[in-house]
């Protein structure tokens, strides 16, 4: 290192390099590791880490525990110590309390408008830190569709603009992983919230570099909604890229909680079934009238290794070792 020092005729660029040489030496990094080339097991690894985005309505701690909220704080969690790769979004929804939970803007990834029945709505991104998890966690938000507001609706019932608040969180997610430009290989997509998110992904953004080939799994909770959607729901959710054959069993029909999730399943790969309700038999039963993937998810404890060899059935990058 000395001799390495001593060719540099430059005091200057000889004081540089030192610094620079300090600073790796503070962070426990050796140049060694800079050039260090990977073994061909290594290599095989890094080719079969799964990506896998989350999709999640709720996660602890910036809602209060629930079945939900834990599957969406442990789940990516134990996902990621596993060795693959994730994102976790969430809906910044009013009750989250953004000091408390340090949540801050992201600048670069915020400022676009989402255009939603004819009106801009600005798309604002936070971001916060689970430190003991080492995970970070997105969040969309909006003042209109978000910040003021309860998650699903107040004293007086769901809010009649669910539908809208469904699109922009699904809309959010997916321009974020695009300035990202971060490819999923998985899209989990949590509860009903999520419902219009694979939609998108399957018909909108079907030939987008990020999102072209993916999969998505659509994970149904015990969390329905009473009632239906607003009378609005196909204009709402029609949009470029998604047909009116799409979206036929939806068209100038009421939408309530089922015919929501069927439609989230009728363009998902993969469907988990959380909790063991009625509802989730009929959809159950849809689902494997489409033939895609079902796993039974009921179990009290969360089986991560469960999650993951599903996941695993999605990876189309999977390359097994000799």
Request: aromatic share 10%; charged share 30%.
């Amino acid at each position: 290192m000395q001799k390495l020092k001593k060719s540099f005729k430059n005091a200057r660029t000889r004081d540089v390099f030192e610094q620079n040489i300090r600073k790796i030496q503070n962070k426990s990094l050796s140049l060694h590791q800079f050039s260090k080339p990977q073994t061909p097991k290594e290599k095989i690894k890094n080719m079969n880490k799964t990506k896998i985005l989350f999709i999640n309505t709720e996660v602890m701690p910036y809602l209060p525990e629930a079945r939900m909220s834990s599957i969406g704080r442990q789940l990516p969690q134990g996902i990621q110590d596993a060795g693959h790769e994730i994102r976790t979004f969430m809906p910044r929804f009013g009750l989250i309390n953004e000091r408390r939970n340090q949540l801050h803007e992201v600048i670069r990834l915020s400022g676009m408008n989402l255009i939603i029945n004819d009106t801009d709505h600005p798309l604002i991104i936070k971001v916060a830190s689970i430190q003991q998890a080492r995970m970070q966690v997105y969040f969309i938000d909006n003042d209109e569709y978000f910040t003021h507001r309860h998650k699903y609706g107040n004293a007086h019932g769901e809010y009649s603009d669910n539908a809208e608040r469904c699109v922009f969180f699904a809309r959010g997610v997916i321009e974020t992983i695009r300035k990202l430009r971060w490819k999923p290989d998985v899209v989990y997509c949590q509860g009903w919230f999520s419902a219009i998110s694979p939609i998108y992904i399957k018909k909108t953004f079907a030939e987008d570099p990020c999102f072209r080939g993916v999969k998505v799994v659509f994970d149904m909770f015990d969390n329905g909604f009473e009632g239906h959607m607003a009378n609005n729901f196909y204009r709402t959710v029609k949009r470029e890229g998604v047909l009116k054959a799409d979206l036929i069993e939806v068209k100038d029909k009421p939408v309530d909680y089922v015919s929501l999730c069927k439609l989230a399943v009728k363009f998902s790969d993969g469907l988990i079934i959380t909790d063991n309700t009625p509802a989730a038999e009929e959809v159950k039963a849809y689902a494997e009238s489409r033939g895609i993937h079902i796993l039974d998810a009921t179990d009290e404890v969360l089986d991560i290794k469960k999650y993951d060899d599903f996941f695993e059935l999605f990876n189309n990058n999977s390359i097994e070792e000799d």
